[in-house]
């Protein structure tokens, strides 16, 4: 993948985590904060938990630190996967997002 497909991609990803936070927050009774700053998008919970979702330009992968843990992602042609087979980047993020705000929340592409 060359630096500009990465770009667009992992751009793409970060504006589809602040849609549906967007989303999640008219839908539900979940109030999960965004907030990006450059390559790095924060959700805060009400429980003052946080996600932080940020690009490795020089790896072309997206990190991301939950409350479960550190994980990275490179994408594979279709989606971006877990480089140690934890799954799929936005059934993660729904798993750990819904883990940190108590409920069901649904992110995706």
């Known amino acids: 993948?060359?630096?500009t497909e990465y770009q667009d991609r992992a751009e793409a990803l970060l504006r589809a985590i602040e849609l549906a936070c967007d989303r999640i927050n008219d839908d539900t009774d979940a109030d999960v904060d965004n907030q990006r700053v450059g390559g790095m998008v924060t959700l805060s919970f009400a429980n003052g938990s946080q996600i932080i979702v940020n690009l490795q330009k020089p790896l072309h992968e997206v990190w991301m630190a939950a409350?479960?843990?550190?994980?990275?992602?490179?994408?594979?042609?279709?989606?971006?996967m877990d480089t140690k087979g934890q799954g799929e980047f936005f059934a993660h993020l729904s798993r750990c997002?819904?883990?940190?705000?108590g409920q069901p929340l649904n992110f995706s592409s």
């Open 97 to 101: 997002a819904s883990e940190q705000a």
């Open 1 to 3: 993948m060359t630096d």
């Open 67 to 80: 409350r479960a843990g550190g994980f990275h992602y490179k994408h594979d042609g279709n989606a971006w």
